[in-house]
T-cell receptor, first 115, second 117 residues
């Protein structure tokens, strides 16, 4: 069965500091990997996705993530955090083929940005 | 283009009452999903539709939950009767036809927050 682990429930960073949110996955085949962001009272917005190819993927709002197959990780990074980045971040894994687009989400990491 | 539209955004009911949520997906998206998001948790799939067919409803509590997607466009999720533990956010999402580019990219609506008293 596929699963996603986000080991950090809460993270606090100062505005302008760098950010790394961790994501580890368990999947028996080639996965699709995603990062979504959710602001309070809102739905989930796609930040970036990895399907294949270059293991460093760029997303919206200055975010990037690196797929490391050997570590089963897909960590999200941003070099300089803005106060508006405060939100909850979800990592998700899904099948590359078949499986009906069934995404499995992690439990999320709540990001707080100190001014 | 318009996003995934859900209504109502908020609903407060007493236990044992029925409740219904509506979702209109992005035009052209044949796959529609209902997810349940409990407080402090990630979304969990309840049901997935390919056009009007429910192809994955294994996580839907069928004793009290039901869903339909007549005509393969908008969808309704119903709970009857609601229990205290049903208090959560119900998210609807849609995606392109499976197999096409971007097939696995889900676009979510803003969600319907249910409070059961």
């Amino acid at each position: 069965a596929q699963s996603v682990t986000q080991p950090d429930i809460h993270i606090t960073v100062s505005e302008g500091a760098s950010l790394e949110l961790r994501c580890n996955y368990s999947y028996g085949a080639t996965p699709y990997l995603f990062w979504y962001v959710q602001s309070p009272g809102q739905g989930l917005q796609l930040l970036l996705k990895y399907f294949s190819g270059d293991t460093l993927v760029q997303g919206i709002k200055g975010f990037e993530a690196e797929f490391k197959r050997s570590q089963s990780s897909f960590n999200l990074r941003k070099p300089s955090v803005h106060w508006s980045d405060a939100a909850e971040y979800f990592c998700a894994v899904g099948p590359a083929t078949g499986g009906g687009n069934k995404l499995t989400f992690g439990t999320g990491t709540q990001l707080k940005v100190e001014l | 283009e318009a996003g995934v539209v859900q209504s109502p955004r908020y609903k407060i009911i007493e236990k044992k009452q029925p409740v219904a949520f509506w979702c209109n997906p992005i035009s052209g998206h044949n796959t529609l999903y209902w997810y349940l998001q409990n407080l402090g948790q990630g979304p969990e799939l309840l049901i997935r539709y390919e056009n009007e067919e429910a192809v994955d409803d294994s996580q839907l509590p069928k004793d009290r939950f039901s869903a339909e997607r007549l005509k393969g466009v908008d969808s309704t999720l119903k709970i009857q009767p609601a229990e205290l533990g049903d208090s959560a956010v119900y998210l609807c999402a849609s995606s392109h036809i499976q197999g096409a580019a971007g097939a696995n990219v889900l676009t979510f609506g803003a969600g319907s927050r249910l409070t059961v008293l």
